[in-house]
């Protein structure tokens, strides 16, 4: 069976500082993988995705980006947290039935 | 483009009523279309689906929904609430695999049930 793993679980980080959230996804080869933030009161709104190892398609502007140095791995970063940047970021993965398999989350509050 | 339209940010239900939330959706490829429901800090978890064939899906914890290609709708439904039922639901779109299967989803409807 499929597994999506996310770390840390919660993070709390200084306006200024930089982020690395992971992303692994176990059981699958060459999976779509996706990055969602869910802002306090807001839907989720899709950040990247990749369809393979160096592949990234950003969705929106912003402080972030994202990189996939394995199959099975995809990392979210910044070099420079905002306060802005605060929330709760899910990654997901598209089975052979395009179902979307979401990771437990991390929740990630920028002082 | 698609986009996903879910009425009500807030639904407030008694224990045992019926569980009625909104799904309205625009797609420019034949729909696939889910609904997911989220537990406080968790993840999202697929509740049901629609891809093609019978257009009443049935789910999880006794929820369905019906695909309306008439009304562009996909609302959901469970006959009586349990109060396990309180959590934020999402209906969300497919897109083109063009596009990466991308998900589009509206912004959720939160569901409170009270004894």
């Known amino acids: 069976s499929q597994t999506i793993h996310q770390w840390p679980a919660t993070l709390v980080q200084p306006v200024g500082s930089p982020l690395s959230l992971e992303c692994t996804v176990e059981?699958?080869?060459?999976?779509?993988l996706y990055w969602y933030r869910q802002a306090a009161g807001r839907g989720l709104q899709l950040l990247f995705y990749?369809?393979?190892?160096?592949?990234i398609s950003s969705e929106v502007p912003q402080n972030l980006s994202a990189s996939r140095p394995q199959d099975r791995q995809f990392i979210l970063s910044s070099k420079k947290l905002l306060l802005s940047d605060s929330g709760f970021y899910l990654c997901?993965?598209?089975?052979?039935?395009?179902?979307?398999?979401f990771g437990p989350g991390t929740r990630l509050t920028v002082l | 483009a698609q986009s996903v339209t879910q009425l009500g940010s807030h639904v407030s239900v008694s224990e045992g009523a019926l569980v009625l939330l909104r799904c309205n959706y625009s797609?420019?490829?034949?729909?696939?279309l889910f609904w997911y429901v989220q537990y406080p800090n968790q993840g999202l978890q697929l509740l049901l689906k629609?891809?093609?064939?019978?257009?009443l899906v049935k789910g999880i914890n006794g929820f369905e929904a019906e695909f309306k290609k008439s009304e562009t709708s996909f609302h959901l439904t469970k006959p009586s609430a349990h109060m396990s039922d309180a959590a934020e639901y999402f209906c969300?779109?497919?897109?083109?695999?063009?596009?990466?299967?991308?998900?589009?989803f509206g912004g959720g409807t939160r569901v409170l049930v009270k004894p």
């Open positions: 997901a993965h598209r089975d052979f039935f395009n179902e979307q398999f």
């Open positions: 059981g699958t080869s060459n999976p779509n």
């Open positions: 990749s369809v393979g190892i160096g592949q």
């Open positions: 797609s420019s490829v034949p729909p696939y």
């Open positions: 629609y891809t093609t064939g019978a257009t």
């Open positions: 969300a779109v497919r897109g083109s695999k063009a596009a990466g299967n991308k998900l589009t």
